[in-house]
């Protein structure tokens, strides 16, 4: 069954109507891959709140933190990167919107 589904999101993906509709450059990659099966992870890290909290409590570093997270994300949905901004208390000074690449929508 994962085969198979792995079979159909590449079609999809590979699809020039798709990658239209996406606004892929044409000529800027090769056949889409769902997944790299070539890395092997060890380690999984369920939460980096407290390590944010951290470096945020260190007034000295003035960081400035951009917060990318995509709406169809099935791993990190939305909603949990607004539960992640409001944990930390951050404040929001840009809407939320698309960014690019060269003048390509990259997220």
């Not at 085969?3 to 800027?28: M, T």
């Not at 790299?36 to 380690?43: C, E, G, H, R």
Request: proline residues 2%.
């Amino acid at each position: 069954m994962q085969e198979h589904r792995l079979l159909r999101s590449s079609i999809w993906a590979n699809d020039d109507l798709v990658q239209d509709a996406l606004h892929v450059r044409k000529g800027s990659i090769g056949s889409w891959v769902r997944c790299n099966q070539s890395l092997s992870y060890i380690y999984d890290v369920k939460s980096v709140v407290n390590v944010h909290k951290e470096l945020l409590s260190a007034h000295k570093l003035q960081l400035k933190v951009l917060v990318e997270s995509g709406d169809h994300d099935l791993t990190i949905p939305f909603i949990g990167t607004l539960k992640w901004i409001k944990s930390i208390n951050l404040t929001v000074t840009h809407k939320w919107r698309p960014w690019y690449i060269h003048n390509q929508v990259a997220g």
